[in-house]
């Protein structure tokens, strides 16, 4: 951000506004564990900037949700709704735990108390939260239901993300990736690639990861290796995403079929053509699209270079390093960058908004078509900006986002 500031050559009442989140809320989420111990959680609520319309953007819930990483991500989440054009500012919400180690019940508690908490600060006119890593429509749920008791209110907009039978939106769950789908396949059109002859590696099958493997290889592309935080599989041939989401889904790994944790069955490997590859090592693996879908900062200046993929499509937030960006410029690989590769997901929370809002209920077609309009008009406005300014696809999407929300702070006379 700093660099395209910089190079818009902002004055400093306009640079201050980038600078730092218009509120930052903090408070310790106190909950009862099942043992009958208490725990104090650190729980955030950054509003990075309002004036394009209410804060909008998820809530973590991770053991590295700290203030800092908080504050990033809602100014990510600012750019990437301006980049898209939909009338939501940017936020962001963590609570510093682990939700792998708690209860069902314990998470709930998390969740509810976390709307306590941050009550006053929150409402579909002023932020409307979101899920996020490790957050699930069941969250949202609960979620809504502890604002509409604290503030006895009917308020199905107050965030996405919920379930189909408590004021989701029908193509909510998919959008990441379909979004993403959508900007990929439009690319590989315009530049005459065939998805027949691609290879893609995936890092990360949860939400958005699993999804988008789903959708190229049916769309043809070779899925040749998807991993987890637990390890992956790498095979040159292709993987069926169906069959490794099957044994995700018995396992809880997705090398679930081939290990359990670190013992391979090797015969069986070598008979399929697989090997178990690791977390990191599914980043420097021959293909032609690389898609980290799982954390931030997972490429860096340490690794960038050793990348052989032409074409990164961030869906996850955050994922490369200024360093590794850098690098990337020299080596003349493309990066989609996350504020505009994963803004299906915010896009469609626009569509659960308004459907809250209005109590309309659209068809996933009309969600579909919609979610395409929006994500590939937002592409076509950065890829525009790159080529005209000569710069990388994060410098063009930043410059967007931060020239459109010039315009509405302007407009509303903040500057
Ligand atoms: N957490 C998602 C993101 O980072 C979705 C946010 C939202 O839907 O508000 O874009």
């Not at 290990?259 to 178990?276: A, P, T």
């Not at 994963?342 to 659960?352: D, I, K, L």
């Not at 937002?378 to 410059?399: C, D, I, L, N, Q």
Request: aromatic content about 8%; hydrophobic content about 40%; charged content about 25%.
């Amino acid at each position: 951000m700093h660099i395209v500031v910089k190079k818009l050559q902002l004055t400093d009442a306009e640079k201050a506004l980038f600078e730092e989140p218009q509120f930052i809320h903090k408070k310790s989420l106190k909950i009862k564990k099942e043992d009958g111990s208490t725990i104090e959680l650190p729980a955030f609520r950054v509003q990075f900037n309002n004036a394009r319309g209410p804060f909008k953007g998820g809530i973590r819930f991770h053991p590295l949700a700290d203030e800092d990483e908080v504050k990033a991500l809602a100014a990510l989440m600012a750019i990437k709704t301006a980049v898209v054009n939909i009338p939501f500012g940017g936020g962001k919400g963590g609570v510093q735990c682990n939700p792998k180690e708690l209860t069902k019940a314990e998470v709930q508690k998390v969740a509810r108390a976390y709307i306590r908490a941050f009550q006053d600060h929150i409402g579909p006119d002023i932020d409307c939260p979101a899920p996020d890593v490790n957050t699930t429509p069941a969250i949202m749920a609960w979620m809504r239901d502890e604002y509409e008791k604290q503030t006895k209110s009917y308020s199905p907009a107050v965030i996405t993300g919920k379930p189909l039978a408590f004021g989701g939106s029908l193509g909510r769950d998919t959008a990441t990736a379909r979004g993403g789908f959508f900007i990929l396949q439009e690319m590989m059109d315009r530049e005459a690639l065939d998805p027949e002859e691609l290879t893609v590696a995936i890092q990360g099958f949860g939400n958005a990861g699993a999804h988008m493997a789903h959708y190229l290889h049916n769309a043809g592309y070779t899925v040749v290796a998807v991993s987890d935080s637990q390890g992956g599989v790498y095979s040159p041939e292709g993987i069926d995403p169906v069959r490794i989401q099957k044994y995700k889904g018995k396992t809880g790994s997705v090398a679930g079929e081939y290990c359990e944790g670190s013992v391979c069955d090797i015969g069986r490997m070598k008979m399929d053509n697989v090997q178990h590859i690791t977390n990191e090592e599914i980043l420097e693996l021959p293909c032609d699209i690389l898609i980290p879908a799982a954390l931030d900062n997972v490429i860096t200046a340490d690794n960038a270079k050793n990348i052989k993929a032409k074409y990164i499509l961030e869906l996850a937030n955050g994922p490369t390093t200024p360093e590794a960006d850098a690098i990337f410029e020299t080596m003349n690989v493309r990066v989609i960058p996350d504020v505009l590769a994963n803004a299906g997901g915010v896009t469609v929370s626009y569509f659960e908004w308004t459907q809250g809002r209005s109590g309309e209920q659209w068809t996933k077609e009309q969600v579909d078509s919609e979610l395409k309009r929006v994500i590939l008009e937002g592409y076509k406005a950065v890829r525009r900006e790159a080529r005209r300014e000569k710069v990388s696809y994060r410098h063009a999407a930043f410059s967007v986002g931060i020239k459109r929300m010039l315009e509405a702070m302007k407009v509303r006379g903040w500057l």
